[in-house]
């Protein structure tokens, strides 16, 4: 892991050298008072959906709440159920506004995900829903409380974790979501809550 300026933004970034993948992590993103003044407002203020998904031929609720949000056109599946966008509010499009400054890219939705403790987890997959376009660009940021985010390469076996850090930024890109995969397990020592943001680049695909 490289540590220097891989943005202008002035902050310190670290840059991680993996195979397929480019990597970059802003461990201080945002200041520990405005991620907890984001970290309350989008808790007591989103309408936090926890709807259930099929697998294995039974429906199951997903182990987290979530809402998808976005522009009015990137409507979204996975596993099976479509959802909508819900409009953006107004926080939320602060920090994508901010984010599309920094990195030039022009994320346009973004999946909110709230584990309300160590029990609440995200399972091993890729983001590679053919919305996404070719090489997907995802920005993530974490709130809260600091949760390990694990990167496991589906040919090498090569597996690594970070601790996503209250107010910090994860930028996936490269190959990242073709050859990789990733989650976020339980931890039982978590006793509170956090909220993760992954930004995405929706694209309109002919149906
Ligand atoms: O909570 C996280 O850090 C990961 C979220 C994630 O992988 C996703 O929303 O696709
Ligand atoms: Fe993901």
């Known amino acids: 892991m490289t540590e220097g300026p891989c ?21 201080e993103w945002l200041n520990a008072k405005d991620a907890a ?34 522009d009015a056109h990137c409507s979204y ?9 819900v ?5 939320v499009k602060q ?13 346009n939705a973004v999946l909110l995900n709230w584990y309300a403790n160590g029990e609440d987890h995200m399972g091993w997959h890729s983001d590679d829903e053919p919305e996404l376009g070719q090489s997907p660009q995802i920005a993530s940021v974490s709130l809260g409380e600091a ?4 990167l496991r390469h589906q040919r090498l ?3 690594l974790k970070l601790m996503l850090q209250h107010g910090s930024l994860l930028l996936m890109a490269g190959d990242c979501q ?14 509170h809550g956090r909220i993760n943001l992954t930004f995405r680049k929706m694209i309109k695909i002919a149906k």
């Open 157 to 159: 076996g090569m597996q």
């Open 77 to 85: 599946r996975y596993s099976g159920v479509s959802f909508e966008p």
């Open 147 to 150: 949760r390990w985010f694990e």
């Open 95 to 107: 920090l994508t506004e901010k984010l599309n400054q920094q990195t030039g890219h022009e994320f």
């Open 37 to 70: 003044f984001y970290f309350q407002q989008l808790l007591d203020e989103l309408e936090w959906q926890q709807p259930e998904l099929r697998l294995y031929g039974r429906s199951v609720p997903i182990p987290r709440r979530q809402v998808w949000m976005g």
């Open 7 to 27: 943005a202008d933004n002035g902050q310190s970034c670290q840059e991680l050298a993996l195979p397929d993948a480019q990597l970059q992590y802003w461990p």
């Open 178 to 191: 073709h050859f990789w995969q990733h989650r976020v397990g339980k931890m039982a020592k978590a006793q």
């Open 87 to 91: 409009p953006w509010h107004p926080l």
